[in-house]
Each structure stands twice: as C-alpha cells, then as structure tokens.
C-alpha cells in the first residue's frame, strides 16, 4: 500500500519527515509532492490517484491536512485520511487569520495567501474546497491530531468536523495534544507518531 504525505503552505515534504516517518515504520510506499497552493496541491494528488489503480492513505499537515479530509471525502482510492492541525472550514480559517493582530502570526499567514492568485482566497474558492462541506455518510476513517496551542487553526473549528463526522456515523479519532502549537516539537511528534501507527494497524492496512 502507498501513503501520500502532503506538507503545509510555505512548506515542503523536507519539512514533514515527523510525519513521513510512522508512515514509513509501517513499510508504506510514500509519495510527497511539493506544491505551491491549494488548488496546485489539489491537482498533484488528482493526478497520483488517476495515474494508480492501488489505494492510498493520505497524510497532511496544516493546508495538507485539509486536502487530505477533502479529496477523501471526493476522490476514489483513498482508503484512510490523517490531518494534522488542519483546517476544516477553510473561509472560516481566512477569516481568521485576517483577524489577528498586525505583525502577529495570523495576520502575517493571511498577508502571505493574499499574494497567492486572488481566486485563491476568494469566498466561492474557499467554499468550494472546505472539507467540512463534503462530510456525509461512508467517508473512509479519518484520523484529527490538534493542539490545543494552535495558533493559526483555531481548534473549534476541528472539533465541530469531528463532531459532525462522527453524527453521521463515520469512523474518526480525534487526538487534541495539550500544549502542542501548530507545528509539532519534541514529544509531540512522539505523541502523533504513536497515534498515526495505531490509527493505520486498526483502520487502514488490509481495507
């Protein structure tokens, strides 16, 4: 089985090896593109799934995270979805950070999208490709990791698709790691790697 590992907004696969490696430890075939924006990152793994006929877990931190939840909720293939401090609700979370205060974080995260293609960052884009509007019944299992130190994913918003999934009676676990912020550090990764094995042995390998 192959997993695909998908790194964050500025970031690049270099950046997540605390995520590609329980992937690895559980003799998994990775794939981790690089990619400049959603709608690039979109499209990459559109073209790894039509391009094999085998399944996928699919892995992603912060904006990979929310292209992990949605293309499991649209696309055929992928058999489990982990997300880490990803977004659910995507205008919720430009929202957001445009919020923060000036020099802050937040606001630097939203200056920074804002010199994407504006189509990126409009309300109908946002919609479009929030993972939350495409919860429904049968979704492959699904895997949270959160911190509650988030600072640029406000956690309620992961919550509230936890929620909402389980309502619906889908397989989802939601691991809030207390202290961790954004980025894992330390005994985080430990924590996310001991979560991520456990979650594949028991939900994704054989499906």
Not at 50 to 59: S, V
Not at 108 to 118: A, C, F, P, V, W
Not at 183 to 189: A, E, H, L, V
Request: proline content about 5%; hydrophobic content about 40%; overall charge neutral.
């Amino acid at each position: 089985m192959k997993a695909i590992a998908l790194h964050g907004f500025g970031s690049n696969p270099e950046k997540i090896n605390w995520l590609i490696g329980p992937l690895k430890s559980l003799n998994l075939e990775i794939l981790a593109p690089s990619y400049r924006d959603f709608e690039d990152g979109l499209n990459k793994v559109t073209d790894i799934l039509k391009n094999n006929n085998e399944n996928f877990i699919i892995a992603g931190h912060s904006m990979g995270g929310a292209l992990a939840l949605l293309t499991a909720s649209t696309l055929n293939n992928i058999v489990c979805a982990i997300s880490v401090s990803g977004p659910t609700d995507r205008l919720a979370q430009v929202r957001w950070l445009s919020e923060g205060e000036p020099g802050s974080i937040r606001r630097r995260t939203y200056e920074e999208l804002l010199k994407l293609d504006s189509r990126q960052v409009s309300e109908e884009f946002l919609r479009k490709t929030s993972p939350i509007n495409y919860l429904r019944p049968g979704l492959p299992p699904i895997l949270l990791i959160h911190g509650s130190n988030d600072e640029l994913v406000n956690i309620q918003q992961v919550e509230n698709y936890y929620e909402r999934a389980k309502a619906l009676g889908n397989i989802i676990e939601f691991v809030k790691i207390e202290g961790m912020a954004h980025t894992p550090r330390g005994k985080d990764i430990r924590v996310i790697a001991k979560a991520i094995e456990s979650f594949v042995q028991k939900h994704c390998i054989n499906r």
